[in-house]
């Protein structure tokens, strides 16, 4: 990657990240309007090139297999959180993706501690993990509705005033320890307006397609609305760190959103930096046996390496062509150009 669309990318997302330390008051500091000077009409092309760029480093981290990287993303009802993940990870390879929405806690899940559901979804190396909603509903939705901590059978003691100042703790110390031992945490907070909500509420409404989306409950959550701007306001200060920044995302204009999820996304790949696996002397001297035996195969007048044979054509004809069954010329070898670090596979199918 050169140091060129790393630049853009770093400068797109910088003003949506929140410094650690910070005091945030959400609907003082950030614009769910803002689009950083983007128009809609080059959004098309800007998302696609992020997917490919995601693509490219989703191999290399799959291919590295040390990595793993977990996505956060809590917004309010409608704050669009499904499109923004259908869309941004459309070009990935889907067995290395893995995507968990967490709802109300299970009568099991109630059984044990409140970031055990969670950690049972975290990503394995050379994965990505995206939640839709995420550990932070701990913070928020139990802290705007607390009868949810006497549903959790917390002990009496552990459910005072310090609560949530321990809990910050909690998360932000599992986040550290995530981290240290190679899965990077991106945290994304989908910044809707309540006046953008209430137009999306009624679409869903309006539109029998989308009836199934829309549900009584919504709208009840949405008259703790001020509620939620101070629980999102005391997240984002407690809770954004130097190894696990938040980043707000402006989400009025869902074109825009997707654009900074894949460019923050993109980001934290680059930052890791995967590589493919280097190739020992034995597996080279293999993979050059196998290739031989496998051009003695080609039939009669069929190039001995039909992809050479492309990349040769492709070239313009440059250099000697490959071999072919017939007794034509002999291309190039193994150990020269791309070929010659092939990529190890990971330890799961479908990483290739």
């Given at each position: ?90 070009g990935l390879n ?121 549900s009584a409950a ?108 017939d007794g034509g ?24």
């Amino acid at each position: 990657m050169s140091e060129e669309p790393a630049a853009r990318i770093a400068e797109l997302i910088e003003p949506l990240r929140v410094a650690p330390g910070a005091r945030v008051d959400l609907s003082r500091d950030f614009d769910p309007g803002y689009r950083a000077g983007l128009r809609k009409r080059d959004a098309e092309e800007l998302l696609r090139a992020g997917v490919a760029l995601l693509a490219e480093y989703q191999q290399r981290l799959a291919a590295q297999d040390t990595y793993g990287v977990l996505l956060c993303l809590q917004a309010l009802d409608a704050g669009g959180k499904d499109g923004t993940i259908r869309h941004v990870m459309s070009g990935l390879n889907p067995q290395g993706v893995r995507v968990s929405s967490f709802k109300v806690p299970s009568d099991e899940e109630l059984e044990h501690d409140y970031l055990w559901r969670y950690a049972r979804r975290l990503p394995e190396r050379g994965e990505i993990a995206i939640f839709n909603r995420s550990h932070y509903e701990e913070v928020l939705v139990v802290r705007v509705h607390p009868e949810n901590l006497v549903r959790q059978k917390l002990p009496g003691e552990a459910r005072g005033p310090d609560v949530w100042e321990r809990r910050y703790r909690e998360i932000n110390e599992w986040e550290r320890h995530l981290t240290d031992s190679g899965f990077k945490v991106v945290k994304l907070l989908l910044n809707l307006s309540k006046e953008e909500q209430r137009a999306r509420f009624l679409k869903r409404i309006d539109l029998p397609e989308k009836n199934w989306k829309f549900s009584a409950a919504d709208v009840r959550e949405r008259r703790h609305w001020d509620e939620y701007q101070r629980a999102f306001s005391a997240m984002l200060s407690a809770t954004s760190t130097a190894w696990a920044p938040w980043y707000v995302v402006p989400a009025d204009r869902k074109w825009f959103a997707r654009i900074c999820t894949a460019a923050v996304l993109a980001h934290t790949l680059m930052d890791i930096d995967p590589r493919y696996p280097e190739v020992s002397e034995e597996a080279r001297r293999d993979l050059l046996a196998a290739r031989r035996e496998l051009e003695r195969e080609a039939p009669a007048g069929a190039p001995a390496d039909p992809y050479a044979a492309r990349q040769a054509r492709a070239d313009g004809g440059r250099g000697a062509g490959p071999e072919r069954r017939d007794g034509g010329e002999r291309g190039g070898s193994v150990e020269g150009g791309r070929q010659g670090q092939p990529r190890q596979r990971g330890k799961r199918s479908g990483r290739g």
